[in-house]
């Protein structure tokens, strides 16, 4: 059952958007409600537009394929203070320190020997969406100072999630542990401009002992009510500090879901995707698409050529969820 407050912040944000009053109750009325500010004077500004001149704290930036048939990866599992919003921190279970983890990326037929260590305090493990293998075999808790070792071969290309699979997996997904992973086709793809973005969600509550740092709510990632949405872990930074692209040149996004609850519908303002690759499928794709729905564990590829110079918001267009964070701009000069 939903927590009482919870339920009671729905009804009044609910009479909110109905253009009605909330109340407590029917003797006692508060003020009348007024919409606030918009924070942009930008279409779509769900946040402050800030300068290209200084970089995001995430480089959205795809990493180059790697080159070689063999890749050697380690992860280690560790616990860090992490800001998710400005002037926010959080205390994140991670892989390498960092939410999302590191971005992987891989060409089909490839072959990955990867090495999980536990720096944590409690079991860890991972889940790699792109794999076809057995997880009772590999996906096995490490536990605290341990560590595993696997060689698998991705044979789909796409955009894929990984993610710590220990249960409860909600609460390892919500606490930052996971990250994307970029099978190229055999056949590569054009050249392109590339970005990945990696949707979250954060629910959170201060932290026992811990001035200043929060920590999980259980409860409100239990009712799906989370108090931030982040592109690549931290609310808003692509806003804070717009991408700079060129008008007509060709952008390709890959786009994975983390969740653990929430969607994200794909889109960019004022652009059409000439070509939406489908989860985990690169070589057949959609023409000519407004917006596309990423599912919490999911990933797509989108691309698109930005018609002129301006400013481009992209968000998740499950707006309560754009206005909590998942929303950037491409600044096209």
Known sequence: MRPLSALASLIVFAAACRGQPPSSNANNPQEPWTAPSPPADVSHGEAAVGSTGSPAPIDPRAPAPAGARLLKVRFEVKQAHLAIAPGVVYDAWTFDGQVPG??????????????????????HSIDFHAAQIAPSRVYTNVMPGDSIEFRWSPQVPGAFL??????????????????????????????????????????????????????????????????????????????????????????????????????????????????????????????????????????????????????????THAFADATNGAVGMLEAK
């Open 102 to 123: 590191p971005t992987l990326r891989v060409t089909q037929g490839d072959t990955v020997d990867f090495t999980l260590v536990n720096h944590g305090m409690m079991p």
């Open 162 to 315: 990984y993610h710590c699979g220990t249960a409860p997996v909600a609460m390892h997904i919500a606490n930052g542990m996971y990250g994307a992973l970029i099978v190229d086709p055999a056949r590569p793809l054009p050249s392109a401009r590339e970005f990945v973005f990696v949707q979250g969600e954060w629910y959170t509550m201060p932290a026992a002992g811990e001035r200043g740092v929060l920590q999980l709510d259980w409860n409100k990632l239990l009712g799906g009510a989370p108090d931030y949405v982040s592109f690549n872990g931290i609310a808003h930074q692509y806003a804070d500090h717009p991408i700079l692209v060129h008008p007509g040149e060709l952008l390709r996004f890959y786009v994975v879901d983390a969740g653990p609850n929430r969607i994200s519908a794909f889109h960019v303002v004022g652009a059409i995707f000439s070509k939406v690759y489908p989860d985990g499928v690169a070589s057949h794709a959609w023409e000519g698409v407004q917006t596309a729905t990423v599912p919490p564990g999911g990933g797509m590829i989108f691309e698109t050529r930005l018609a002129e110079a301006g400013t481009y918001p992209f968000v």
